[in-house]
């Protein structure tokens, strides 16, 4: 993966300490993430200090990312952050280096793909990384809350999803329920230069380009990004070689 893209040059807002407060206290309520619905303590949804070695810097965490697909795609797997010394410090906090924003797909799990463990790797995942408002809350929490200073919106070769969201628009017949809304996400991505399976595997890189500048364009992450404390990356997995590269 190649460095970080460009800083957006928006303009930085600030984020009062009430306002973070009160995002703090309603994010690590009884609603984070389904705490309450599953029993999981809400302290692992508070930012921790940790013993362990983690990335702090954009450059520093696509290394670590780098380095685990490397791994992964030579079979050198290293598991890393399973054992019972990791969990039983994981109850105080967690404090992820990287945010991977992915689609369901589930040949493409960010863990797996990166070779990372528990504690290391926040993910949120949708049908072609498509944006709704519980997406952008999820990665603005992961990056205004724990402080994380990477996203990766990571595309993969053989999206059905946006397949589904290309033939439809070629047909103009509509998709079944709920999956009509992926397919009108994908639509502004669709790269009309090429037909045939062409088109949806330039379509796959140029959603990622997509949904990359819809989050640059946030305020909030695009005042981390002015000030060099965050990176919003493209990336691509190919099936055939299990190998992740940059997407500019």
């Keep these: 993966m190649n ?4 800083a957006v040059g928006l303009k930085p807002t600030a984020t009062t300490p009430a306002r973070r407060t009160l995002l703090r206290a309603g ?23 940790t013993t362990r070695p983690r990335p702090t810097t954009p450059a520093a965490a696509l290394r670590e990312l780098a380095a685990g697909n490397r791994r992964w795609r030579t079979f050198r797997e290293q598991h890393p952050d399973e054992t019972s010394a990791v969990r039983t ?6 404090h992820p280096f990287a945010l991977i924003l992915g689609c369901i ?13 528990l ?7 949708s049908g072609g990384e498509v944006l709704d408002e519980a997406v952008l809350g999820s990665v603005a929490y992961g990056v205004l809350e724990l402080d994380i ?6 595309g993969h070769q053989s999206c059905g999803a946006v397949k589904a969201a290309v033939e439809s628009d070629e047909s103009g017949e509509r998709l079944p329920a709920h999956i009509q809304y992926l397919a009108d996400q994908i639509k502004p991505a669709i790269d009309r230069s090429v037909a045939g399976d062409a088109r949806v595997d330039a379509t ?3 959603n990622v380009r997509l949904v990359r500048s819809r989050l640059a364009a946030e305020p909030d992450l695009a005042a981390k990004v002015t000030g060099g404390r965050l990176a919003i990356v493209g990336a691509r997995y190919e099936l055939n070689t299990q190998r992740v590269h940059s997407i500019v």
């Design 3 to 6: 460095t970080p893209h460009r």
């Design 89 to 94: 410090e994981l109850t105080s906090g967690q």
């Design 149 to 154: 200073p990477l996203v990766m919106v990571l």
């Design 27 to 49: 994010l690590t309520g009884a609603a984070v993430l389904g705490a309450a619905s599953t029993g999981i303590s809400t302290a692992s949804a508070a930012p921790a200090t």
């Design 105 to 117: 797909d589930s040949r493409v799990p960010p863990e797996l793909v990166f070779d990372q463990g």
């Design 119 to 125: 504690g290391d790797l926040m993910t949120v995942r």
């Design 204 to 206: 796959i890189d140029a």
